[in-house]
């Protein structure tokens, strides 16, 4: 792999990516546009086409861009609008959403609403997204001019930013100064800003964008380079990109200095000597920071932090990422080694995550041209991206579960705010980005999705005409868009990891030669007004293994990801919308029982194999054999359907295949069973539950604490403190009668006190080291009092020079 990067690096040539982004977006601005070619070199450096000069045609990525716009115009910018003047003290003309919206994270969805209305817009022309853009942009103008280059939708924010302005720094994981992720949350608005000039190209927007950048020079200046790393120990979404951005179109140097300033040194570090210590992190605070770090790294030409950024791409995809493109569990990287979480845990790679390794991935690629970025980027647009979209109303998905049966939960217009609705309404204008890219008057087509490119500085239009995957010819149609010659271009077409055979060109029905190099097919050609250049493409279907090696496979047809619906329980009704509450995202319904579940009974080559492509348009197979469902017996035979998971929705579902031989069955049977029998009676016993150190627990709980800490030992999550911490349970019931605390056997002669509403529940010393196991579990028994609550602050809270914890795991129990 050194070998890889190292060549990727000196391939590097200086440009900065974030000027080609400028370039792609910012046709509006001629003298922005005209300061990128004078770093452009004349090495055939690809570009991307502004997003306006894109329009797909009929596929699913068109229909997923129009039910997007549909969901854009049911949000109500009054309602997104209200956090952001009741901080500038002026009154809100709706009221503000509830959810994410309205329990601390006020205002994050209006920054992503910017970018979203701004994308749509150039992807489409409607000028009503251009309208409630500038009606947003013009509310928000008020706001920041109240609050004097302030603007923010953070409650009681002002406050908190006079805190840190005086060097007063209070931060956690996921808290800063007792808010919610508060530099996570104006990332939006500065992204949301920066998207509106150069996407949509509204010069307020560019002034305010640097009268917030101003003020957030005020802010930081008498802060110490120390004082600052100690914030970005808390969430900060990715400053350090969006202040690389402002550097390059504003040319002022201060917030370049300010993005490196913001890049977190702790977590750069180890990828500067490829080393991957990203086990047990939160995966989408990290993604983020290394867009940033390559940003940062462009527009100073550090070809260390160029490596780092690449090395991280590198370990995320090929080690750390599923079938789909996607990576985590419950939003945290597990293990490369050990993947069982990602088919246990109902919680799987979270789409916020994926939106933001689509953009390292192309940044990667307009550095370098390796198409191993635009493979990655394929699979993640075909699987995860477009299926986390709701075909008819529109829902988006935060976590598609990887565990065979399971389901997904999609948002509710009205009711859902989450993290991922703020990205998800971003996704799907942007299939067109990538489609094509091109220098001087070289052309290349990376992805095989219908469309015409409106190419106006070359006087010419093409128009790819396909139905992949459900049928795999492909055509360009090249046409002149002036009354002039078209002179001679070079068209590149891609050639991808997938293909199981060579492709062939015929042009206006002719066979032509054209040579393979670099991931490409080249075709140099005088080209003339109609022009059709036509070709097929021959995906293999085979199985890919879980990435630990462990017996699940998924089966993918070309880029595609198969899956087949599983029926757990006859007659069953499941939510697959999300309600308003607070941890409404995750699809809390039961879990499917191993023996419903279809198992690969045969070799994966065998089973790929038996598979019959299914005689219809859509691409469809099926299996009448080599299945077995162990609650039908060893012997029946059902036939199995699979179809491109982009395509199934409102089911059970199966992406990857438990696979066993005849002879293994029955035991994988009785030991899936055995563990499925713990787990249900684990959740029996459960009232309430909480992992420390995770973000959403502890934001769920109400995490609250003085100097307190948290980390990750071996892939387990944990917090202490030498002050105290401590959260909110509910026993809505009264069922409780125990607390369940988990212990690491390594920690010693700690002292603290446990209390339960004021009412102490235990003195602890952890003298812990004889425990035969690493991790140990002790149960508190409740008081009559502490058992009669409903709701349950629980503290823990250090003695004098020790530390209360570490605590692994919390969970209020129904003992018998």
Known sequence: MMILIKRKVQ??????????????CSEQSTNLANDTQQHVQSNHQQQLFALKQVSLSASPFLH???????????????????????????????????????????????????????????????????QRLDYMLHELARAQQANGGYLGGIPEGQAMWQQIQQGEIKADLFSLNERWVPLYNIDKVFHGLRDAYLIAGSEQAKQML???????????????????????????????EVFADMSNISGDKRYLVMARQFSQRSIIAPLLKDQDQLTGLHANTQIP????????????????????????????????????????????????????????????????????????????????????YLDYYERATYNHILSSQHPEHGGLV??????????????????????CVGSGIENHSKYGELIYSHSDNNLWVNLFIPSTLNWHQQGLAVTQQ?????????????????????????????????????????????????????????????????????????????????????????????????????????????????????????????????????IMLSE?????????????????????????????????????????FFRLHDSRYQVYWPQQS?????????????????????????????????????????????????????????????????????????AANALRIRYFNGDVNRHFTITINGEKLASVNLTAADQHDEFYTIDYPLTEAMRNAKQLTLRFSAEQDSVAGGIYGIRLIKLQ
């Open 11 to 24: 391939r590097l040539v200086g440009v900065s990516a974030v000027l080609l982004y400028l370039t792609a």
């Open 64 to 130: 997923a861009q129009q039910t997007n716009v549909r969901y854009l115009q049911a949000l109500h910018p009054d309602q997104l609008l209200a956090p952001y003047l009741r901080e500038a003290g002026i009154e809100p003309k709706a009221a503000s959403y509830d959810n994410w919206e309205s329990s601390g994270l006020d205002g994050h969805i209006g920054g992503h609403y910017l970018s979203a209305l701004s994308l749509a817009w150039a992807a489409t022309g409607d000028e009503q997204l251009k």
């Open 210 to 240: 640097f009268n917030l950048g101003e003020w957030f020079l005020n802010l930081t200046a008498n802060l110490s380079d120390e004082q600052i790393q100690q914030m970005l120990y808390s969430e900060y979404g990715g400053l350090n």
């Open 289 to 372: 920071k290394i867009i940033g770090m390559l940003k940062v790294a462009d527009a100073s030409d550090d070809e260390v932090w160029q490596q780092g950024a690449d090395f991280f791409w590198q370990t995320v995809t090929k080690e750390r990422s599923v079938a789909i493109g996607g990576n985590s569990v419950r939003e945290h990287f597990h293990d490369k080694n050990d993947f069982t979480a990602m088919v246990e845990d109902v919680e799987g790679p979270e789409t916020c995550n994926t939106y933001n390794m689509m953009k390292l991935s192309k940044l990667l690629f307009l550095k370098t041209g390796d198409t191993e």
């Open 398 to 419: 935060y976590f598609t579960s990887m565990r065979p049966g399971h389901y997904r939960t999609y948002s509710s217009v009205q009711d859902s705010m989450w993290c």
């Open 466 to 598: 396909s139905q992949f995957p459900d049928a795999n010819e492909v055509s360009l149609t090249i046409n002149r868009l002036a009354d002039k010659p078209m002179g001679e271009l070079q068209l590149h077409i891609r050639k991808p990891l997938w293909l199981q055979a060579e492709l062939h060109f015929k042009l206006n029905g002719k066979a032509i030669t054209a040579t393979a190099k670099e991931g490409y097919y080249r075709i140099k050609h005088h080209w003339q007004d109609g022009d059709k250049l036509s070709f097929s493409l021959q995906p293999k279907l085979y199985t890919e293994q879980l990435p630990d090696g462990q017996n699940y496979y998924a089966v993918l047809y070309g880029p595609v990801v198969m899956a087949t619906k599983v029926q757990a329980f006859a007659n069953e009704q499941l939510d697959f919308v999300a309600d308003n509450s607070r941890m409404g995202h995750i699809a809390a319904g039961p879990t499917c029982p191993p023996e419903a579940l279809p």
């Open 604 to 644: 994966p080559a065998q089973f790929i194999a038996g598979l019959t492509r299914k005689p219809n348009s859509e691409l469809a197979f099926y299996s009448d054999s080599n299945v077995a469902i162990a609650k039908q017996g060893i012997g029946h035979t059902q036939r199995t359907e699979l179809i491109p």
């Open 662 to 734: 005849k002879a293994e069955f029955a035991q994988f049977m009785a030991d899936a069973k055995a563990t499925e029998q713990v787990t249900e009676q684990l959740r029996q016993l459960t009232v309430d539950h909480i992992t420390p150190g995770e973000q959403q627990p502890e934001v769920e709980h109400d995490f609250k604490g003085e100097a307190t800490r948290a980390g990750v030992n071996n892939g387990h999550h944990w917090r202490d403190a030498t002050g105290w911490f401590e959260y909110q349970l509910s026993n809505p019931e009264g």
